[in-house]
Nanobody
Framework: QVQLVESGGGLVQPGGSLRLSCVAS????????MGWYRQAPGKQRELVAI???????NYADSAKGRFTISRDNAKKSVFLQMNSLKPEDTAVYYC??????????????WGQGTQVTVSS
């Protein structure tokens, strides 16, 4: 009922930057938290950053000082600005949104993922 579509991944050299975007659509009454997670090959999915509807943020230690999460509530979108990228940031990045649908049921939706590869 709630779909998330990510964009902005790609190949970048170490030290470079990328900006990921995610837009939500469907039967949405409200979006509470939006966030970015990532999963590297052979590893579990991990939190990168989350942001509340009021703009409060929380970052993984690995993201602090390099990544910035933001959102546009009117456009039902969340962004992740990633600077000073390192090879260890290579992963599939997933967008997540939690909230209430128009049928007043909670949802916890995921996007399909976008690949970020940091390599020279």
């Amino acid at each position: 009922q709630v779909q998330l579509v990510e964009s902005g991944g790609g190949l970048v050299q170490p030290g470079g930057s990328l900006r990921l975007s995610c837009v939500a659509s469907g039967s949405i009454l409200s979006i509470n938290t939006m966030g970015w997670y990532r999963q590297a090959p052979g590893k579990q999915r991990e939190l990168v950053a989350i942001i509340s509807s009021g703009g409060s943020t929380n970052y993984a230690d690995s993201a602090k000082g390099r990544f910035t999460i933001s959102r546009d509530n009117a456009k039902k979108s969340v962004f992740l600005q990633m600077n000073s990228l390192k090879p260890e940031d290579t992963a599939v990045y997933y967008c997540n949104a939690k909230g209430l649908s128009r049928s007043y049921r909670p949802y916890d939706s995921w996007g399909q993922g976008t690949q970020v590869t940091v390599s020279s």
